[in-house]
């Protein structure tokens, strides 16, 4: 067994597209619209998907906006240096939501950054001790 994909319902999908891949870097995989259900899917991803874990948007092109509740949390990425990557992201238009830096209560590097439709994705640094 392992984990596919992560599906996440966005606003705006060109938007979203240009988010994951030019703000964090990601390739677009693969996307195709669904006339008869009226949705579109796009896959993006660091890796092939036969290889590796990887994010499904899901447009549906009735719905631009979604409230996000209080159930989900954040995806995780693991990045080379917290610090670089959040100037990276900052530069390339995106939001980051907590400066890098320490954990509370622990010594891990970490930050976090808001996609378009406000989801949470956390960087973490390699040597993750906490």
């Known amino acids: 067994m392992r984990l596919l994909h992560t599906m996440l319902r966005v606003g705006d999908l060109d938007k979203s597209i240009t988010f994951y891949t030019n703000v964090l870097g990601m390739k677009l995989l693969r996307r195709k619209d ?6 579109t899917l796009a896959f993006v ?3 092939d998907e036969k290889d590796t874990s990887v994010i499904e948007l899901t ?23 917290v610090y670089k ?3 990276t992201i900052r530069t390339h ?6 400066e890098p830096g320490p ?4 010594t891990s590097i970490l930050a976090f950054v808001e996609d378009p439709d406000g989801y949470k994705i956390e960087l973490l640094s390699p040597d993750r001790g906490d």
């Open 45 to 47: 991803g660091y890796g």
């Open 85 to 87: 990557a959040c100037d």
């Open 34 to 39: 669904y006339p008869e259900g009226k949705f």
């Open 59 to 81: 447009y549906n092109w009735d719905t631009d906006h979604y409230d996000l509740g209080n159930g989900y949390g954040h995806i995780a990425i693991e990045v080379d240096d």
């Open 93 to 98: 238009g995106g939001k980051i939501t907590r």
């Open 103 to 106: 954990m509370k209560h622990g």
